[in-house]
């Protein structure tokens, strides 16, 4: 599917609507950045992520943006932007951790209860309609207190917070696979490999999975907004991570709330910025993928027209 994807993006590209075009470009820019961002975090940041003085001396509180601090500094002495490109990371690590501990127990369920049906099936069906009626955040919370005691280091607060997001996203996942294993165990090739022999496990491995996991990708970049909205919302209600363990953008929000209504701007704009950003770039990427894998959701423009087209418009012209 992701290759798929890969071939029509540039046709996509030059054929795509205006605003349709415009949200995958910015979508794809947007994530990008993200990513980007998040990877060289170390090498960007002037600063670390706890780091409260350097040679000259400690940083000091709520400092204004200057050559020193371009973002300023936080109320606890922290440098803004150190912490702003710090907290990417810590979301890229939110969101490739929950979507590894959600897609492969969610991939496997769904196939085996699609595929073998029966008390197996209407049990997990069952399961996964309980933990789909949980509110995810609400879900994150107790599980945060429960697995951390609600404030940990970053191994234990992104483990907590993983965990809640990706229990959330399993009946997702186990839902799209199941409806797929459905239809496709019914395609004729499916009842082919069963009259040559081939055994149940095969079945469901070589012919099944690959024809039933296509839509995925799509999922991925629809739910990672999601882990970072859930990890934003557990660090602004304070049961994130520990500001000395790693930077999170819900956290130094919440620690920014006061300083707004006091005039200091630079402390709460930049980690807001980031999860709106990020936020966008993921959801419109999301929303572009989808589009562009659904034909009939697709509307091309710039093609060329029908010759019959052509021929009419030729004609009342003359």
Known sequence: MALVLARRLPLRLRTG??????????????????????????????????????????????????????????IAGYDVLSRTVWGARTALLIILAALLLSVVPGTVLGLASGYLGGRLDRLLVGLADALYAFPPLLLAIVMSLVISGGRSSLVGGLGAAACSVAVSFVPQYFRVVRAEVIRVKAEPFVDAARVIGAGPWRIMTRHVLRNSVRTLPLIFTINASEAILTLAGLGFLGFGIEPNSAAEWGYDLNRSVADVTSGIWWTAVPPGLGIVLTVLGTTLLGESLTDLADPRLRRRTGAPAPATQKTEKGGDDD
Not at 28 to 56: C, E, I, N, R, S
Not at 57 to 70: D, E, I, N
């Open 17 to 74: 609507a205006g605003v349709q075009r415009a949200m995958l470009l910015t979508g794809a820019a947007l994530t990008a950045l993200f990513v980007l961002t998040a990877a060289l975090g170390p090498l960007l940041a002037p600063h670390g992520y706890a780091q409260l003085q350097d040679g000259h001396g400690l940083f000091g509180s709520q400092q204004h943006p200057g050559a020193a601090h371009p973002l300023g500094t936080t």
